[in-house]
């Protein structure tokens, strides 16, 4: 699959970890793997609350959804399933859906790359990451590993769930507060 995606993302209830092996791997390059960050591209989806219809199957799921560990909202569009947003005209959702789909493909702060190599594993969470494989392997030969994926939950969304962002702007400011509580402590001594 050559493009970015989280795994059987159009199962009512999606894939939790992942853990892949690769064992067996010719030449110097692996078919890297890049991993983006669902949780920091939530920040930016403005139509949280609004669900998504996926493929032949016949399931809807929320835009944005809220991680049932974290409740943190992640973003959950797939372009390999997602086919429109519900309550939207078909060319409001396709505009929209185009800009999430670039928005995961062109962020870089939240993105990460794997490289493989023999016996590498990497281990992921399908319900707040979307990824896609490099062949950049295709002239070595072929590769092997293994794959063992865990079932989750079905994906909902929390109205008042806080996107990472927001989470880490309430504790900078908590921690400025609370040094300046300190210096004015420490001053008034």
Same mark, same amino acid.
């Given at each position: 699959m050559n493009s970015w995606h989280s795994d059987v993302s159009y199962?009512?209830?999606?894939?939790?970890?992942?853990?892949?092996?690769?064992d067996t791997l010719l030449?110097?390059?692996?078919?890297?793997t890049i991993w983006a960050s669902s949780k920091?591209?939530?920040?930016?989806?403005v139509v949280q609350g609004h669900t998504v219809h996926r493929g032949d199957i016949e399931h809807i799921h929320p835009i944005?959804?809220? !991680?049932?560990?974290? #409740?943190?909202k992640?973003?959950?569009v797939q372009p390999n399933f997602t086919r429109?947003?519900?309550?939207?005209?078909?060319?409001?959702?396709n505009a929209l859906l185009k800009l999430l789909y670039g928005h995961i493909i062109g962020d870089y702060d939240f993105h990460v790359r794997f490289k493989w190599t023999e016996n590498a594993v990497a281990v992921w969470d399908n319900r707040i990451t979307?990824?896609?494989a490099i062949f950049n !392997?295709?002239?070595? #030969?072929k590769r092997h590993g293994w794959r063992i994926t865990t079932q989750a939950e079905r994906p909902y969304y929390v109205p008042n769930s806080k996107s990472r962002r927001q989470v880490l702007t309430e504790k900078r400011v908590a921690a400025e507060d609370h040094a300046k509580y300190n210096y004015n402590k420490n001053k008034n001594l």
């Open positions: 199962e009512l209830q999606r894939p939790g970890f992942t853990f892949l092996k690769i030449g110097e390059a692996g078919g890297d920091e591209q939530a920040a930016a989806a944005a959804r809220t !991680h049932p560990v974290t #409740g943190l992640a973003l959950f429109r947003i519900v309550g939207f005209s078909k060319d409001e959702s979307s990824h896609v !392997h295709l002239d070595y #030969g």
